[in-house]
């Protein structure tokens, strides 16, 4: 639709479907086969693998010499057969140990030789620029508004991130959203002295002094306390990576599901009852 006018597509996929995302891992389905090594010493020696979410893709080799000479052409060969092409602007080689970005996260392998995935600063920076916006174009709102538009969009970036080295991003971001929040107070009642902001605005609650908050009237009339939700208080999960063969359709390994399953259950069980954060508490190995 453009300026009232109906124009009927004829090809293509429509912008933000599933459709475009189904036919890309159909398109690329045996990407990893044509790169890696038909032999398993081969495959150890070059370690070349591929890691992909739609048409994003990583594919990780020995040495930058390999990925060069070796899988580049490959790759090229590979797209060309199935009508696509490779992005010169988005593709690079670079070492593990400088890190790279995929899917919002940050990927890097450190000194101590540990490989750690954590949010990407880019993210960080998109993330806290949307809350700042909101709380700024909130000036206006009734305060249990904008804690309920907060607290929404808190709870798809924390979980989003909740299975990665996110503890410190997630004080991180509690600190800005404090003060941020003190700014739009602050302008909100700017004839208002700091100590009465402060105490009409936060309020004491499980050990932190400092919890944004208002008073709420519940289906009954009863008023009761909406607090803001602290990024801090979602709890580290770690993926358990799925067996490569294991196929849900494949009666083989209904067992193998049904463990996984419950092992989810029991995790997310035991997360929930800890007011802690922290793998000690709930990573089961």
Same mark, same amino acid.
């Given at each position: 639709?453009? !300026?009232?006018?109906?124009?009927?597509?004829?090809?293509?996929?429509? %912008?933000?479907?599933?459709?475009?995302?189904?036919?890309?891992?159909?398109?690329?389905?045996?990407?990893?086969?044509?790169?890696?090594? =038909?032999?398993? *010493? %081969?495959?150890?020696?070059?370690?070349?693998?591929?890691?992909?979410?739609? $048409?994003? /893709?990583?594919?990780?080799?020995?040495?930058?010499?390999?990925?060069?000479?070796?899988?580049?052409?490959?790759?090229?060969? /590979?797209?060309?057969?199935?009508?696509?092409?490779?992005?010169?602007?988005?593709?690079?080689?670079?070492?593990?140990?400088? +890190?790279?970005?995929? @899917?919002?996260?940050?990927?890097?392998?450190?000194?101590? +030789?540990?490989?750690?995935?954590?949010?990407?600063?880019? *993210?960080?920076?998109?993330? @806290?620029?949307?809350?700042?916006?909101?709380?700024?174009?909130?000036? =206006?709102?009734?305060?249990?508004?904008?804690?309920?538009?907060?607290?929404?969009? &808190?709870? +798809?970036?924390?979980?989003?991130?909740?299975?990665?080295?996110?503890?410190?991003?997630? =004080? #991180?971001?509690?600190?800005?959203?404090? #003060?941020?929040?003190?700014?739009?107070?602050?302008?909100?009642?700017?004839?208002?002295? &700091?100590?009465?902001?402060?105490?009409?605005?936060?309020?004491?609650?499980?050990? $932190? *002094?400092?919890?944004?908050?208002?008073?709420?009237?519940?289906?009954?009339?009863?008023?009761?306390?909406?607090?803001? !939700?602290?990024? &801090?208080?979602?709890?580290?999960?770690?993926? &358990?990576?799925?067996?490569?063969? =294991? *196929?849900?359709?494949?009666? /083989?390994?209904?067992?193998?599901?049904?463990?996984?399953? #419950?092992?989810?259950?029991?995790?997310?069980?035991?997360?929930? $009852?800890?007011? @802690?954060?922290?793998?000690?508490?709930?990573?089961?190995?």
């Amino acid at each position: 639709m453009e !300026k009232g006018h109906l124009n009927p597509t004829m090809k293509g996929t429509p %912008q933000g479907s599933v459709i475009s995302p189904a036919l890309t891992v159909i398109t690329l389905a045996g990407l990893e086969g044509k790169l890696r090594p =038909a032999s398993e *010493n %081969q495959r150890k020696g070059k370690k070349i693998n591929t890691i992909s979410y739609a $048409d994003d /893709f990583i594919v990780t080799a020995a040495s930058a010499e390999l990925l060069q000479n070796e899988v580049m052409p490959k790759l090229v060969e /590979f797209l060309k057969t199935v009508g696509l092409e490779l992005s010169t602007e988005k593709t690079k080689i670079t070492p593990i140990e400088k +890190g790279f970005d995929f @899917l919002g996260f940050t990927m890097r392998k450190y000194k101590n +030789g540990k490989v750690l995935t954590k949010p990407s600063k880019i *993210n960080i920076k998109r993330f @806290l620029k949307e809350i700042r916006e909101l709380i700024r174009k909130g000036a =206006a709102l009734p305060t249990d508004k904008l804690i309920h538009a907060l607290n929404e969009k &808190i709870t +798809g970036w924390t979980n989003y991130y909740r299975s990665v080295v996110a503890s410190k991003v997630f =004080a #991180q971001i509690d600190h800005e959203l404090f #003060q941020a929040l003190k700014r739009w107070a602050l302008k909100r009642h700017s004839r208002k002295g &700091i100590k009465w902001i402060m105490k009409h605005y936060w309020k004491s609650h499980k050990g $932190d *002094n400092w919890r944004f908050y208002c008073l709420i009237k519940d289906k009954e009339g009863k008023k009761k306390t909406l607090f803001l !939700k602290r990024a &801090i208080d979602t709890k580290i999960r770690r993926h &358990i990576k799925i067996v490569a063969k =294991a *196929n849900p359709f494949d009666p /083989f390994y209904k067992e193998y599901f049904v463990k996984r399953e #419950q092992e989810k259950q029991r995790r997310c069980k035991l997360s929930y $009852d800890t007011e @802690l954060t922290g793998l000690k508490t709930i990573q089961p190995y």
